[in-house]
């Protein structure tokens, strides 16, 4: 924390903060723009709704009648802040948008509190906070009062509103998380600005140190060449000076082509890291939000009186909960491998085991939930037994994790095939589905960390970008390859070639004896946690 609030971590030299806070003032006008007009049009339609729809509601019950009137209430301020935000000088936007800004929650905090009067939710409060803390770019000083100002506000409404204690605290310690998460994301969302006008900044002033340099070298050619002309007697000294000259510019132009290379690798760094703390971001909020409204249902179940009538409904929460903290568990395993695997303690326990029965009862394992999708699983395989030294609970996470993938990006109706060949010196493995395909320019990068074949936040498919990037690790320490044959349309073959030498010293297979690997099924589970029903 003290780290987050240091005063000397976002400071910027004093040409560049008058910039920084004009690019900043600029971009918050313009989605406040936008969110404007969208709650206009939003407000338009509750209106006409509360008034001939739920015209009963609101003459009886105040709460109903509370929302009436924020909503109008919206009807008045937004093209007001079109308006005025229009006409005034830009010299006051800063004001009018922190109002506005301030404006937007205290409305959300009512709403939510108000809505304690109806429903017993508190989505408002958490869609104002997280509108702002995405959208609208706030340093952490300011951020943390307002955001810690709408909070007392909230807190302050929950304790005076008649609801039993139990919502009370429900909603409190509810709100409490999210706040700290919102709170959190407004501090990213301004670091990444920061960090990008940052950036943008140096290298323009590096682009402009590197012009001058150049000019002042050919200035100081141009000399030198005028007294080789006006000093004939020198000549011979002087042309050894002129290829001493030439020879430091060459110098300095190698220098300045490595900075300038540095300068683009550090970008290309600064871009990945940003797109990753992005995709993490939505990686984590995505099964929060889902348990938190999960939780929220079943205490709505909880409180209606025959509880036994809706034990199918509890079970359903149940296992979104479930299949969610799932998906946390596979992503924060997955970032803790990656770990080990940079510090080198990711380490394989080698046995000689039958890779032709690992295989299919991976396959066979899963087969229930594919076809259950729609999706056709066959299992081919040339031989019935062949004895490689393997990682057996590795082997059946690159399994899973090429299945979990297939199964991802193949529609209803399409195939998966799992195929075993025997190559002599090598066991060939292939998965192969009829989906989507990757695109050919994501082909030479499918395997690299934090790399999907969609980015977007808003993506059809969930996932980190970190599984492949296992996958190829895991079969790399088994001294193997793994290779990508796809079409985009048509469908995308995952090869994986192990080698057979590779077998336990002093150590042998015994066919009497069964294997022990079995199919671990929370291994199962946590592989395709992101696969929804």
């Not at 990753?276 to 971001?281: M, R």
Request: hydrophobic share 45%; aromatic share 10%; charged share 25%.
């Amino acid at each position: 924390m003290k780290k987050l609030y240091n005063t000397n971590r976002f400071k910027l030299p004093g040409d560049y903060r008058k910039d920084f806070y004009k690019e900043i003032l600029t971009n918050n006008t313009v989605h406040l723009r936008i969110t404007f007009v969208i709650l206009f049009i939003v407000n338009i339609i509750f209106v006409c709704l509360d008034i001939k729809v739920f015209k009963s509601l609101y003459k009886n019950k105040i709460g109903y009648r509370n929302v009436l009137y924020a909503n109008m209430l919206i009807l008045f301020i937004s093209p007001l802040y079109v308006t005025l935000i229009t006409v005034i000088n830009k010299k006051f936007h800063l004001l009018v948008n922190r109002f506005i800004v301030l404006f937007i929650m205290t409305w959300s905090t009512f709403l939510s509190i108000n809505a304690q009067l109806t429903n017993g939710q508190v989505s408002a409060y958490i869609l104002g906070i997280f509108c702002i803390s995405s959208i609208i770019i706030i340093n952490p000083f300011e951020s943390l009062f307002l955001f810690l100002l709408q909070y007392v506000l909230f807190v302050i409404g929950i304790l005076n509103v008649d609801i039993d204690w139990g919502a009370k605290v429900s909603n409190l310690v509810s709100a409490s998380l999210l706040t700290i998460l919102a709170l959190a994301l407004a501090n990213i969302n301004y670091a990444y600005h920061f960090n990008n006008f940052k950036n943008k900044k140096l290298l323009s002033a590096k682009n402009e140190e590197i012009n001058n340099l150049y000019i002042k070298t050919e200035d100081t050619l141009k000399k030198r060449t005028e007294q080789f002309k006006e000093a004939n007697a020198l000549l011979i000294k002087e042309m050894n000076e002129k290829h001493e000259m030439e020879l430091q510019i060459v110098k300095t132009k190698l220098l300045i082509e490595e900075k300038q290379k540095l300068l683009n690798e550090k970008i290309e760094y600064e871009k990945l890291r940003t797109d990753f703390f992005a995709n993490i971001s939505h990686e984590l909020r995505t099964p929060l939000t889902v348990i938190f409204s999960a939780e929220q249902m079943l205490d709505l179940i909880i409180k209606k009186p025959n509880i036994e009538s809706n034990i199918d409904d509890i079970s359903k929460y149940i296992h979104i909960i479930k299949q969610n903290c799932y998906r946390l568990i596979r992503l924060i395993g997955n970032l803790i491998d990656i770990t080990k695997m940079d510090s080198s303690y990711f380490e394989l326990t080698l046995k000689d085991t039958n890779i032709v029965k690992i295989v299919e009862d991976i396959t066979l394992s899963v087969a229930d939930f594919i076809e259950g999708k729609d999706i056709g699983l066959v299992f081919d395989t040339e031989i019935e037994e062949k004895v490689i030294a393997i990682d057996e609970i590795k082997m059946e996470r690159v399994i899973l994790n090429l299945l979990s993938n297939s199964v991802k990006f193949t529609p209803p109706g399409g195939n998966i095939y799992v195929n075993i060949y025997d190559r002599n010196e090598k066991i060939v493995i292939c998965v192969k589905d009829t989906g989507i395909g990757i695109p050919s320019d994501r082909h030479e990068t499918i395997f690299d960390r934090f790399v999907q074949v969609d980015k977007s936040l808003s993506r059809n498919r969930e996932g980190s970008g970190i599984g492949l990037s296992i996958v190829s690790s895991i079969i790399k320490m088994h001294k193997g390859a793994v290779r990508l044959k796809s079409q985009e349309g048509i469908g995308s073959e995952f090869i994986i070639e192990l080698p057979v030498e590779n077998l336990v010293p002093d150590l042998k297979f015994d066919k009497t004896i069964e294997l022990s690997s079995t199919i671990n099924t929370e291994m199962i589970n946590i592989e395709f946690s992101d696969i929804y029903s």
